[in-house]
C-alpha cells in the first residue's frame, strides 16, 4: 500500500464504501472486489504522485467516469479538480461521493470534450490535464491539449501500449502545440503504468478538437 494511501487510510475506507454502493446501482466500473479497486483505482490514481505535484494545480480530469484519477487525488492532494465526462449519471455518482467524503476541492462537468474545449472558459485554462485509460495517443492528443494553458501540461496515464504508440505518432503532439518533455513509469502488482507529460509550448490551432466524434472516427496520424 502507498504512503499517501496509509496516510488517507480512513478516507480511502469511506470512498470504497460508497464507491462500491454507487457500483452496485449503475455499474461504474467492472472492478468490484475491495483489493482490486484499491489497488487498480485507488493506487493506481495516485501513481503519478511519484512523478509530478499536483498541489496547488488547476486540474482537468478527462473522461472521469467513476471518479479516477480525481477522487483518490482530491483526497492525497489539495490540488483543484474538475471531473469531464459525457455520461451525466457517472458525474452524479463523483459528486455524490465528493460531497460524502466532504471534498471541496473537486468539482464535475457533464458533456462532450469536443465542445467544451471550444468554450472560452475552459480553452488553454488548466496547469494540468489528466486522462486515465481514455483513447489511443493520437486521440488523447486532440481531446486534451486544447484545455492545457500556454506553460501546463497533459499528462496521460497510459499502458505498455504507448510504447508504439509514441513511435507510430512521432511528432504529432507538436501539430497540437505540445512537446513531450518526460515519461515515467511504474509497477504495480503485475501490471505497468506509463505517464507521459506534454508540455504546451505553443497555442493549439483553434480547428482543434474537430467536431463531434471525429476525433475518434478520423484520428490524426
Known amino acids: 500500500m502507498s504512503e499517501l494511501l496509509t496516510q488517507h487510510q480512513a478516507q480511502f475506507e469511506k470512498l470504497w464504501e460508497v464507491f462500491s454502493e454507487w457500483n452496485s446501482k449503475i455499474n461504474l466500473s467492472a472492478i468490484r472486489e475491495r483489493d482490486e479497486v484499491f489497488e487498480k483505482h485507488f493506487e493506481d490514481s495516485l501513481l ?7 498541489n496547488d494545480k488547476k486540474i482537468l480530469d478527462l473522461g472521469s467516469g467513476g471518479g479516477f484519477p ?17 455520461i451525466g449519471k457517472k458525474m452524479n455518482a463523483v459528486t455524490d461521493m465528493a460531497r460524502t ?54 499528462i ?28 515515467g513509469q511504474a509497477i504495480l502488482g503485475e501490471s505497468e503504468r506509463y505517464f507521459i507529460e506534454v508540455r504546451k509550448e505553443k497555442p493549439t490551432p483553434k480547428i482543434y478538437p474537430r467536431e463531434n466524434g471525429i476525433p475518434r472516427k478520423n484520428p490524426l496520424v
Not at 503519478?48 to 499536483?54: A, E, G, N, P
Not at 489511443?136 to 481531446?143: A, F, G, S, T
Not at 508504439?164 to 505540445?178: A, D, T
Open 70 to 86: 480525481a477522487l483518490p487525488l482530491a483526497i492525497a492532494t489539495n490540488a483543484h479538480i474538475t471531473c469531464l465526462d459525457s
Open 48 to 54: 503519478i504522485t511519484q512523478f509530478f505535484d499536483l
Open 101 to 154: 467524503l466532504q471534498l471541496k476541492n473537486i468539482q464535475t462537468m457533464q458533456g462532450r470534450f469536443e465542445d467544451f474545449a471550444h468554450m472560452r472558459n475552459y480553452r488553454e485554462q488548466y496547469d494540468i490535464v489528466l486522462a486515465r485509460a481514455v483513447a489511443p495517443w493520437n486521440i488523447l492528443l486532440e481531446y486534451a491539449l486544447p484545455f492545457v494553458k500556454l506553460g501546463g501540461s497533459f
Open 156 to 183: 496521460a496515464y497510459q499502458g505498455p501500449a504507448i510504447v508504439e504508440e509514441l513511435i507510430n505518432f512521432s511528432g504529432l503532439e507538436k501539430k497540437l502545440g505540445g512537446e513531450i518533455v518526460r515519461r
